[in-house]
């Protein structure tokens, strides 16, 4: 939002952002510890908040939102800036940069998945919401004690109205035709882009329809000056094009991100008719909790893959990063397709338990949930190579004045995977209970057959990598030339 309307240095946002999210979170605290906006409760489970109570807790949900919302799309993209994309060494750099940034992240929701749920139920709902208000005043402090250091790009005006500029030129003068020397387009005569924050970009040649807004004509021109309704440059034009090359590989990502969603959904249903005791004890182990291995596996494969991967396909393929960013989100796509494998075998063998022994009223079939582990593992694993690879690759793809924005577009395929799930899931509900069955997905999943919606998003995995492969093989490369202003 920053990038396009605004029109701010990104620390600005960034402070703003965070400082909105501190509040948001100092109000969470304030509205579980002081008397008259916390609820009064009779029982565990049992509260009664007023309006106000309610009012309370939501605006201080929405204002955590709003920092989130903030600090995700600009933070990596910030911390990406402090490499000089000019010096060998930190543009070899900035590649780790992405891998520990995300490991980072995973740090701190482990923590918060263990000591701070732990916090919450043994000590106080008011700590367990002020101990992150207070690491988010830290972290403030901290931004602030290093902003003498940073690399500040200026902004280079709205990003929107260059594209629309290129879009209404371009469309002004769908009947111009493109000259075949594609070197009398317009453009500034300067070494350096007229858009400040940006490097000039190179033609290319596909979508070429859009070069119509590139070609100059008599009404182009008001009193000596282009007319930037009429006629845009060719970094311009190429701007638009970026963003239009990165759509496909986007829509690929939610696919993914559907995948990625069953964590909180169907693994979830499926560990709670598993038997959840941890070994002979009596200490039973919230079904939701064993997202924690998917922590748990990127905190593993962050090092591997920038220690030893890296390195070792270095040697084979010349790339400084091993793998392109394109390589590294297939092979993520490809281990995706295996969780849900894993998932639909677990449950097909759960199942085949469940009808030898007659446990289809038993709430916990005597089969560990444990077992789920693989499934959670192997979507960490994934998480590692395609997550990170699309932070990566938004970022570098991205016009330079750009990359924020394009961060947050990668960033909303979580969103829309997680629609794209609850969609899938209704429609297969519907269509699965016609005639008063009970359909795959029942209340009492031993009577249902889950395994089936494991296999329909594997087979939608293995259609989506097939589609992002012959994307990928037609890609073309941004081409920046010159360097930022």
């Known amino acids: 939002m920053s990038n396009f309307f605004f029109n701010e240095i990104c620390i600005l946002y960034i402070v703003k952002s965070l400082i909105i999210f501190t509040q948001g979170m100092t109000l969470l605290a304030l509205s579980a510890t002081l008397h008259g906006i916390r609820p009064r409760c009779y029982a565990e489970d049992n509260c009664n908040p007023t309006v106000t109570q309610s009012a309370v807790f939501f605006v201080a949900l929405y204002t955590v939102a709003l920092g989130t919302g903030g600090i995700k799309p600009c933070v990596s993209s910030y911390g990406a800036d402090q490499f000089d994309d000019t010096d060998d060494t930190e543009n070899k750099h900035k590649s780790s940069f992405f891998n520990w940034f995300y ?47 940073y690399r500040n790009q200026k902004p280079g005006g709205s990003p929107l109205t260059r594209l629309f500029q290129v879009l209404v030129a ?29 490097r000039k970009i190179e033609h290319t040649q596909d979508l070429s329809f859009f070069d119509k807004a590139a070609v100059e004509t008599e009404s182009d021109h008001i009193k000596g000056t282009a007319n930037a309704w009429r006629l845009c440059t060719v970094t311009q034009v190429e701007e638009l094009k970026a963003i239009f090359r990165l759509l496909p590989i986007w829509a690929t990502g939610i696919i993914f991100a559907a995948v990625y969603s069953q964590m909180s959904n169907l693994f979830v249903l499926q560990g709670e008719r598993m038997n959840t005791h941890v070994g002979n004890s009596s200490f039973k182990i919230p079904p939701a909790s064993l997202s924690i291995f998917d922590t748990l596996s990127v905190i593993f494969w962050v090092p591997v893959y920038d220690r030893i991967i890296v390195p070792v396909t270095r040697k084979f393929t010349g790339h400084k990063n091993g793998l392109t960013q394109l390589q590294r989100m297939g092979i993520g796509l490809f281990i995706s397709i295996f969780a849900m494998v894993v998932a639909a075998i677990l449950e097909l063998e759960r199942l085949r338990i469940v009808k030898r022994h007659n446990y289809y009223e038993l709430k916990e079939m005597p089969m560990t949930i444990f077992w789920q582990v693989p499934q959670y593992f192997l979507i960490g694993c994934a998480e590692v190579f395609t997550l990170i690879g699309e932070l990566e690759f938004f970022y570098e793809q991205a016009p330079d004045a750009m990359r924020s924005f394009c961060s947050a577009l990668q960033l909303t395929t979580i969103a829309l995977g997680n629609y794209l799930s609850s969609l899938l899931v209704t429609i297969v509900t519907s269509i699965t209970t016609r005639n008063g069955k009970l359909g795959w997905i029942p209340d009492n999943l031993n009577h249902g057959h889950v395994h089936y919606f494991f296999w329909l998003l594997a087979v939608l995995s293995v259609l989506n990598l097939g589609a992002f492969l012959l994307i990928a093989k037609w890609y073309t490369y941004k081409r920046p030339m010159g360097t930022l202003r």
């Open 170 to 198: 371009s469309f002004s003068k769908f009947r111009v035709k493109v000259p075949a020397d594609k070197s009398l387009l317009y453009e500034t005569a300067d070494a350096e882009s007229n858009i400040r924050g940006s």
């Open 103 to 149: 490991f980072s992240i995973n740090i701190g929701a482990l923590i918060a998945s263990s000591v701070l749920v732990w916090v919450q139920d043994n000590v106080s709902w008011g700590w367990g919401f002020g101990i992150p208000a207070i690491a988010m005043a830290v972290a403030v402090a901290f931004f602030f004690s290093g902003t003498r250091l």
